[in-house]
Every structure is written in structure tokens, then in C-alpha cells.
């Protein structure tokens, strides 16, 4: 299954159906009068948030939703059927935009929340309706209204309670893996995460969800490399662990390129709390790793924690780190069980 966290769909409610003229013809019934009924209500367009779901591919192959027209008012009373309302199944995390792809229509939080997109057009009335006193025989009805339609942008952003971020090949992978169930594909290459990857983290009797994203580069959001794309799966993070990788040529400008994309891409990202960490420290000298750890600590303005996460030292100081900032409530009630749910697989 891809991983799909954007699509642009079409979507229209129904039509309301037309009002009816129709007279009550009958025998030994004088006077009968009108009897056209009215027309139905067409078809909403619901969009609701369904567990279990952890990308939009659904639409990719289908882009056009239209909800069922009202039915027309027929003669003797009777009043069209209401069309059927469709519903759009999302992931939670999901967020509406219009056809700009600036103006936030609606924000989806929570499993089970639902909202009506566009609602269909109110039926027209029949001759019936119009009966009065001075009008004993209308000959008039209402046409049905139309319903609304429009293109809209879906667009996903993971609800995680920290989140990984750093240059490619810093080790974010690996960390996710050691630390969760959570099997993101490893391999000695820049750019081996290709999508973002989610895992369930249990740190002294505390369970949060960790978010890996694909590595940033100098550029990036320019689109250089994957480019920025993915950082909108950390905006709705806590915290921010910023792995760097103590192998690289030079950490304190391996930490300062990763913020120079963050600040490039807004979102609050460089407002959020940043835990720094120097990874791969089992693979240098003592004395380089001294070199690295005072290079990071004069960018950070701050002490990095010092960690392998292929041995697995320093590891449980780092998620300490993190549980303290999250604290006892997570950011979603359901944050977890999406984690849990099949992994994505490009």
C-alpha cells in the first residue's frame, strides 16, 4: 500500500427534486384541489474520520464524489425521497483545504468526527403547498435547488507526540526501530526513508508515538533532495528530537543546515522544544567525538545527549528526555492504535 498524504478531489451534493402540480381527481369526490407534493432534499457531502486508516490512497484512483439527488414530489400527496448522503472516509490527522490550498476549511482531530462539506439543495414545494383561502387551485410549484460543488485539497498530517528529525543517514531509522515495533527499511544510503514512519515508544511505563520523516538536506525547501514535503507530518508534534550524526564532517553545521530548512519551511517548527542528540557515537574515536560533541554544543547553544542506536547507548536518557517534555497526556486519544495499524510500504 502506498502513501499517499495528499489528493485533490471533485465533490457535489445532491440537487433538491422538483415540486409537483397535480390535482385529486376522484369519483363522488367534490372539489378534490391540489395534491402535488413536495420535492426531496438532496444528498450531503460528509466527510468523517475513520479508524484504522493512515493514508488518503483511496483517492488517487477515484477524484470525483457527487452525493444522490432528491426525488421529485409526485401527484396525491406524495412527497419525493431524500437523496443519499456520501460520505468521504479519511484518516484522523486530515486536514480540508479549498481549491487554493491556503484556506483551511477544517481540521480533523479526533476518530469519528464528522463534517458536511457541502449540503444538497432543499426540494421544491408542490402545487399543494400553495393552497390557501383566496388561492384554492394553485397551478405553481418550485423547481428543487442545486447543490454545491467544488474542489477540494486533502491533506494529511500525522498526529504523533515527537518527532525524529535530522539529515539522511543520521540514524533516525535505526532509532525508530530499536525503540518501537515500528520496521522502517535501514540501509547504508542517503534517502532510505522515503515516506514517513510512525511507531509506538514505551519509556518507563509511558507509551507515545514517534514519527520518523525523511531526512533534510541544504535546499530542501527548494526541493532539493525529497525536499520539505514531510515536515508537515512533525507540526503537530511536541517535541522534536534532532538526531546528528557524529561521523558527519562537521556537527555544528550538520545541526545548523537542519534548522536553516525548518525556519525556511514556517509552521512553528523552530519554536517547538528541540532535544538534541549526537548519534553513531560507537563509530569514532574519543577524540573526535570530543571535537563533534563541543562543535554541536557551540551551534546548539545547548548539551547534546550522546547516543548509539545501534548498541543501544544513551538511548533510554534520549526517551526520558522526550517523555518529560510530552508529559502524562498524549496528543491523540488514538495517536497509538495508528500507530499500530499495518506499516506503510511503498
Not at 483551511?104 to 458536511?116: Q, R
Request: glycine share 12%; aromatic share 6%; hydrophobic share 35%.
Amino acid at each position: 500500500m502506498k502513501f499517499l498524504d495528499e489528493a485533490k478531489v471533485y465533490i457535489r451534493s445532491g440537487d433538491g427534486g422538483n415540486g409537483c402540480v397535480a390535482f385529486r381527481r376522484e369519483k363522488f369526490i367534490e372539489f378534490g384541489g391540489p395534491s402535488g407534493g413536495n420535492g426531496g432534499r438532496g444528498g450531503n457531502v460528509i466527510i468523517e474520520v475513520a479508524d484504522g486508516l493512515n493514508t488518503l490512497i483511496d483517492y488517487r484512483y477515484q477524484q470525483h464524489f457527487k452525493a444522490q439527488k432528491g426525488e421529485n414530489g409526485m401527484g396525491s400527496d406524495r412527497h419525493g425521497a431524500n437523496g443519499k448522503n456520501i460520505v468521504l472516509k479519511v484518516p484522523v490527522g486530515t486536514q480540508i483545504f479549498d481549491e487554493d490550498r491556503e484556506t483551511l476549511i477544517h481540521d480533523f482531530t479526533k476518530v469519528g468526527e464528522k463534517f458536511v462539506l457541502a449540503e444538497g439543495g432543499n426540494g421544491g414545494f408542490g402545487n399543494a403547498h400553495f393552497k390557501s383561502s383566496t388561492n384554492r387551485a394553485p397551478r405553481n410549484a418550485n423547481p428543487g435547488q442545486p447543490g454545491e460543488e467544488r474542489w477540494i485539497w486533502l491533506r494529511l498530517k500525522l498526529i504523533a507526540d515527537a518527532g525524529l528529525v535530522g539529515m539522511p543517514n543520521a540514524g533516525k531509522s535505526t532509532f525508530l526501530s530499536k525503540v518501537s515495533a515500528a520496521r522502517p527499511k535501514i540501509a547504508d544510503y542517503p534517502f532510505t526513508t522515503l515516506h514517513p514512519q510512525l511507531g509506538v515508544v514505551n519509556a518507563d511505563g509511558r507509551e507515545f508515538v514517534l514519527a520518523d520523516i525523511p531526512g533534510l538536506i541544504e535546499g530542501a525547501h527548494e526541493g532539493t533532495g525529497l525536499g520539505d514535503r514531510f515536515l508537515g507530518h512533525v507540526e503537530r508534534c511536541r517535541v522534536l528530537l534532532h538526531l546528528i550524526d557524529a561521523t558527519s564532517e562537521h556537527a555544528g553545521k550538520a545541526y545548523k543546515t537542519v534548522r536553516k530548512e525548518l525556519d525556511a519551511y514556517g509552521g512553528q517548527l523552530t519554536d517547538k522544544i528541540e532535544i538534541v542528540a549526537l548519534n553513531k557515537i560507537d563509530a569514532v574515536e574519543p577524540d573526535e567525538l570530543k571535537k563533534q560533541k563541543d562543535r554541536l554544543k557551540r551551534a546548539a547553544k545547548k548539551t547534546p545527549l550522546l547516543l548509539s542506536a545501534a548498541t543501544g547507548q544513551g538511548v533510554k536518557e534520549a526517551l526520558r528526555a522526550l517523555v518529560e517534555v510530552i508529559g502524562e497526556a498524549p496528543v491523540s486519544a488514538k495517536a497509538k492504535s495508528a500507530a499500530e495499524a499495518e506499516p506503510w510500504s511503498a
